[in-house]
């Protein structure tokens, strides 16, 4: 291990995963991604290889079988695991953030049945927010859960009967075809009033499917897998609901209309989450690079040698260190049960960026061989730009970024 992305002030049982989760990453993953990755197959063996060291559970608390860990804890084993393969670290995030949301916004009910088999893998999670229309705009959001309380009065069973059925179409869903539970964001006019803003009216609910494609349960349907240029190997997919009915007990927290805050609050741990996804990319390509060029000569000797290549090389470190550095405090703030959503945005932000830079950088130090199939660099190329629209758009960082900056540096009086 060289000498960058090292975090200070961590626990003996946090180097130890760490040291575990690496171990595993430079046996189980590195060897096989690229080969795996350009066949577009899910990596089944490694999944199971994580479940078994505890992965899927690491920030469910131990109450439900889980290690009870730290959002930082979590962000440093992402950043190893996506230096072994993004897809991989994407497979886990969006188990994570369905599990933390139920962690935070669950019925004990909810937390009780689903926590204990998420943190053994057995129920795997993906969510759903966006739809093919709207991009970055969750409050345009036009799929639809309506209240069908087969024909009781509603007060009645306000609390665990009834059912909603829901409509509409929605898209980019990582694990979408194998998770087991969906989290989706639905628009629910019930109980609001006519002219409620867009973003007060919607709710989340917890879909329970088979793995798979096609009509998976009656009303929910799963296409098929999108092709995508890179962050192969993960099913991404579209969900269409047709007349899709759930359970009113299946709303996350049991009250309608809370959506919104409970998805954005999943969706900031999902930003350190890309952060660290960002900075494991950065440190694989720069590993890549300073290797290469201490090999590859030109005019006598090795290209790292030439300044022009240190420069790139200095870089390129540089970039790596300050991304991980950016990424360790947004965690850090996470956990002390601060308010981090100005803090994530910069991580997440800046680490996709430089993440963008540094590969390229590793990429020219490649020369020709950048552009074969059979260096690893390749793979890395392709999938950099999936982390500048991941999470909200590199743009929408700067949108959060700017409006949390006025709010602290507004000018009094």
Same mark, same amino acid.
């Not at 759930?246 to 998805?263: E, H, I, K, N």
């Given at each position: 291990?060289?000498?960058?992305?090292?975090?200070?002030?961590?626990?003996?049982?946090?180097?130890?995963?760490?040291?575990?989760?690496?171990?595993?990453?430079?046996?189980?993953?590195?060897?096989?991604?690229?080969?795996?990755?350009?066949?577009?197959?899910?990596?089944?063996?490694?999944?199971?290889?994580?479940?078994?060291?505890?992965?899927?559970?690491?920030?469910?608390?131990?109450?439900?079988?889980?290690?009870?860990?730290?959002?930082?804890?979590?962000?440093? *084993?992402?950043?190893?695991?996506?230096?072994?393969?993004?897809?991989?670290?994407? $497979?886990?995030?969006?188990?994570? $953030?369905?599990?933390?949301?139920?962690?935070?916004?669950?019925?004990?009910?909810?937390?009780?049945?689903?926590?204990?088999?998420?943190?053994?893998?057995?129920?795997?999670?993906?969510?759903?927010?966006?739809?093919?229309?709207?991009?970055?705009?969750?409050?345009?959001?036009?799929?639809?859960?309506?209240?069908?309380?087969?024909?009781?009065?509603?007060?009645?069973?306000?609390?665990?009967?009834?059912?909603?059925?829901?409509?509409?179409?929605?898209?980019?869903?990582?694990?979408?075809?194998?998770?087991?539970?969906?989290?989706?964001? *639905?628009?629910?006019?019930?109980?609001?009033?006519?002219?409620?803003?867009?973003?007060?009216?919607?709710?989340?609910?917890?879909?329970?499917?088979?793995?798979?494609? %096609?009509?998976?349960?009656?009303?929910?349907?799963?296409?098929?897998?999108?092709?995508?240029?890179?962050?192969?190997?993960?099913?991404?997919?579209?969900?269409?609901?047709?007349?899709?009915?759930?359970?009113?007990?299946?709303?996350?927290?049991?009250?309608?209309?809370?959506?919104?805050?409970?998805?954005?609050?999943?969706?900031?741990?999902?930003?350190?989450?890309?952060?660290?996804?960002? *900075?494991?990319?950065?440190?694989?390509?720069?590993?890549?690079?300073?290797?290469?060029?201490?090999?590859?000569?030109?005019? %006598?000797?090795?290209?790292?040698?030439?300044?022009?290549?240190?420069?790139?090389?200095?870089?390129?470190?540089?970039?790596?260190?300050?991304?991980?550095?950016?990424?360790?405090?947004?965690?850090?703030?996470?956990?002390?049960?601060?308010?981090?959503?100005?803090?994530? %945005?910069?991580?997440?932000?800046?680490?996709?960026?430089? *993440?963008?830079?540094?590969?390229?950088?590793?990429?020219?130090?490649?020369?020709?061989? %950048?552009?074969?199939?059979?260096?690893?660099?390749?793979?890395?190329y392709r999938e950099a730009p999936m982390l500048l629209i991941g999470e909200g758009t590199a743009e929408i960082q700067k949108m959060i970024i700017g409006r949390r900056l006025l709010e602290e540096y507004r000018i009094q009086g």
């Open positions: 291990m060289g000498r960058l992305a090292q975090t200070d002030g961590l626990t003996d049982v946090q180097q130890e995963i760490l040291s575990t989760v690496r171990d595993f990453v430079d046996k189980e993953i590195i060897p096989v991604a690229t080969g795996l990755e350009h066949r577009d197959e899910y990596p089944s063996q490694i999944v199971e290889g994580l479940k078994d060291l505890g992965v899927f559970g690491l920030m469910i608390p131990e109450e439900y079988g889980g290690l009870g860990e730290s959002l930082l804890t979590y962000a440093l *084993c992402v950043e190893e695991i996506a230096r072994g393969w993004m897809s991989v670290s994407g $497979i886990i995030n969006t188990h994570f $953030i369905v599990a933390y949301m139920l962690k935070q916004h669950g019925t004990q009910e909810q937390k009780d049945y689903f926590l204990p088999k998420m943190a053994a893998g057995e129920i795997r999670g993906a969510f759903s927010m966006s739809e093919p229309g709207l991009g970055s705009d969750v409050s345009a959001i036009t799929s639809k859960g309506v209240r069908d309380d087969g024909g009781t009065s509603r007060s009645s069973e306000a609390e665990s009967g009834g059912e909603y059925v829901l409509t509409g179409q929605k898209m980019w869903l990582t694990n979408g075809g194998t998770s087991t539970l969906v989290a989706v964001l *639905c628009r629910t006019d019930e109980g609001h009033p006519e002219g409620t803003a867009p973003h007060k009216s919607m709710t989340t609910f917890l879909i329970e499917k088979e793995p798979g494609f %096609g009509e998976v349960k009656p009303g929910l349907t799963i296409p098929g897998k999108i092709d995508k240029m890179g962050y192969k190997g993960v099913d991404t997919t579209e969900l269409i609901m047709d007349g899709l009915r759930v359970p009113a007990d299946r709303v996350l927290g049991g009250v309608t209309g809370r959506g919104f805050y409970q998805m954005m609050d999943g969706v900031e741990v999902g930003r350190v989450n890309v952060a660290a996804r960002g *900075c494991g990319v950065a440190q694989r390509a720069f590993e890549l690079g300073v290797s290469y060029a201490q090999q590859r000569q030109t005019f %006598g000797k090795p290209i790292a040698q030439h300044q022009a290549i240190q420069f790139k090389l200095a870089e390129m470190g540089t970039k790596v260190e300050a991304a991980h550095a950016m990424m360790v405090n947004a965690a850090r703030k996470k956990d002390s049960g601060r308010r981090n959503d100005l803090e994530a %945005g910069m991580a997440k932000y800046l680490a996709s960026e430089y *993440c963008k830079e540094v590969v390229e950088d590793a990429f020219r130090i490649h020369g020709g061989y %950048g552009f074969s199939k059979e260096y690893e660099i390749e793979r890395l």
